[in-house]
């Protein structure tokens, strides 16, 4: 390994969404993003053996000299910044970290070109689908349901294991839009971010919705747009886009929160308490999402109400009950 330890990193410059890699002493590598949303949570890219670092949406990492490169299909990305120039990003420490002798850490494979289904996601995105089939008086997810259903299955099953996961499993196969533009996109995305640390909502949404145009197949675009629409209560739009992202991840644990506030707001509480359930599951802090979980939202006592009954389901989890 390079390094043990957390560096963070940004291909795209900025002080917006960026990106910590961390390696522990057995190997174990993970890559995350860190963006918007509603309690600041980070999603994973990657997470496994510092062996061949290549996340679900196919871009590959080499470290090399402190440095790290964005690389598709063992080739070097370019243009995140300036035009034609490789994608690089200088390793920052974090934490104290434990050098290793220097040498060319080429963690990628070669991939040939795969032919890969064209993404199409449902028709209308059909957000009240029901995903359940009846069988032998049973619930079961449906054979053929739709990713959609699929979602909506991961919010009615929240506290069944095995049809969460299988739930999820199910959407981690489905195959995935092909990326646009990502350097615009990001460009944009930072640009809208920053108005949005001002509380400057209303003008971020047009630079963000660019964004999105750029890149839609880019889950931290397409989640802070939903972020976006939840905080100008347009909770149509919103579960929209957060359907959209989870799509693309179903673990990213911001987005459950947000889906779980635009639930709230169509009155569904059963729904929005599942979401913050699931909101709990995919955090990788769980001190952090406790936290969130028990803060009080002085304006909006049915919030605070579904999000302490989220907490006293997950309460029972740990008591066995």
């Known amino acids: 390994m390079p390094f043990i330890g957390t560096s963070e990193f940004n291909f795209y410059g900025g002080s917006g969404t960026g990106q910590t890699i961390s390696i522990d002493k057995t190997g174990m590598t993970v890559i995350q993003s860190h963006g918007a949303g509603t309690d600041g ?123 969460q996961i299988e739930a999820r499993k199910r959407v981690e196969a489905l195959p995935k839009p092909k990326h646009g533009n990502k350097k615009e996109a990001r460009k944009l995305n930072d640009q809208a971010l920053a108005l949005a640390k001002q509380a400057n909502y209303q003008d971020a949404l047009p630079i963000m919705e660019s964004a999105y145009k750029a890149d839609s197949a880019d889950v931290e675009v397409v989640n802070n747009l939903a972020y976006l629409e939840v905080m100008l209560n347009d909770f149509k739009s919103a579960k929209k886009y957060l359907f959209e992202t989870l799509i693309l991840k179903p673990d990213r644990s911001g987005a459950w929160a947000d889906l779980g506030r635009v639930f709230v707001a169509e009155g569904s509480e059963e729904y929005a308490k599942n979401c913050y359930i699931n909101f709990f599951i995919a955090s990788k802090n769980p001190d952090a999402a406790l936290k969130h979980l028990t803060t009080e939202v002085p304006d909006n006592p049915v919030l605070t109400r579904v999000k302490q009954a989220a907490n006293e389901e997950i309460s029972l989890w740990s008591s066995g009950d």
């Open 41 to 163: 949570t980070s999603s994973t890219d990657y997470q496994g053996q510092f062996s061949n670092l290549k996340d679900k949406d196919g871009s590959e990492y080499l470290i090399k000299d402190n440095k790290i490169y964005l690389m598709e299909d063992g080739q070097f990305v370019k243009s995140c910044i300036e035009e034609n120039a490789v994608c690089e990003s200088t390793l920052n420490p974090l934490d104290k970290i434990e050098q290793h002798e220097a040498q060319e850490f080429n963690t990628v494979v070669n991939h040939p070109s795969e032919s890969v289904q064209e993404f199409q996601p449902d028709a209308g995105l059909n957000l009240d689908a029901e995903p359940v089939a009846k069988t032998n008086n049973a619930a079961t997810i449906k054979a053929n349901a739709s990713s959609t259903e699929l979602i909506m299955a991961m919010i009615q099953f929240a506290n069944d294991y095995e049809k």
